[in-house]
């Protein structure tokens, strides 16, 4: 069985996970989204690493067009979702370093050093039988990555590389030489021009340092399976 993640643009991505559809940050009406809010469809879970527009995006539109999906989000977000969806019975909010139990998954939010309107700001790792994967949100490079490495042993990492609000490419090359991910896929790129970090250095920077990671750049629309 394989884990397939397909990326929407910006920090958006669909992680088919386990027999589960589950979307990440659906900013959907960023400008290189190939997948329109009102398309999605039979999404199980939607997670939100903080409350950021650009992150928190199409999400209520989503939950509310797909009655069966759930948010999975830091307590204060998902409260705030729940409320705005008219339905508080979906919302699972917990909280940084304490793993959810969810539909056989187990989703732990991590610490990002960044900021939030609901909550603290967090990445996310979703453990499934068929892959781990690490969401880092919108962060700057910490050693709490190095901790997220040893622990969960994340075989995918999606990691911000735009620069200004997040890590750049050396940032996030020295990220992956803390998590040592088997890949790494670069996101909150290109989107606006304020976003700088191109995802070609961003892999020759993890080539030179840590070449047992694999950098998969993707975009918008196009799909990898692991393994
Ligand atoms: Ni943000
Ligand atoms: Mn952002």
């Known amino acids: 069985m394989m884990a397939k993640i397909t990326f929407y643009g910006h920090s958006a991505f ?8 589950i979307l990440i940050d659906p900013y959907l009406s960023n400008p290189l ?7 999605v469809k039979d999404v199980d879970l939607v997670v939100l690493t903080h409350g950021h527009g650009d992150h928190l995006g199409d999400a209520i539109t989503i939950l509310k067009n797909n009655k069966n999906a759930k948010i999975v ?6 409260n705030y979702v729940g409320e705005q969806i008219g339905d508080p019975s979906r919302a699972i909010g917990g909280n940084i370093g304490g793993p959810m139990l969810v539909d056989d998954l187990k989703i732990a939010l991590t610490p990002a050093t960044h ?6 700001p967090t ?4 453990i499934g039988k068929e892959a781990t994967i690490y969401h880092a949100g919108d962060t700057g490079v910490t050693m709490d990555m190095k901790l997220i490495g040893e622990l969960y042993k994340p075989d995918i990492a999606l990691l911000p590389i735009g620069g200004h609000f997040t890590m750049d490419p050396v940032e996030a090359a020295k990220a992956v030489e803390l998590i040592k991910p ?3 896929i670069p996101m909150h790129w290109g989107t606006f021009p304020v976003l ?6 961003f892999k020759k920077l993890v080539e030179e340092k840590t070449p047992e990671t694999k950098v998969i750049i993707l975009q918008p629309g ?5 393994p």
């Open 123 to 126: 990445g996310v790792v979703i």
């Open 182 to 184: 088997k890949v790494a």
């Open 115 to 120: 900021s939030s309107p609901y909550g603290a």
């Open 73 to 78: 989000a830091i307590y204060e977000l998902a």
């Open 222 to 226: 196009e799909t990898y399976s692991y």
């Open 196 to 201: 700088y970090g191109k995802p070609e250095e």
């Open 33 to 39: 989204s190939p997948v329109k809010p009102e398309d």
């Open 14 to 21: 669909l992680v088919e996970l386990d027999g589960k559809k």
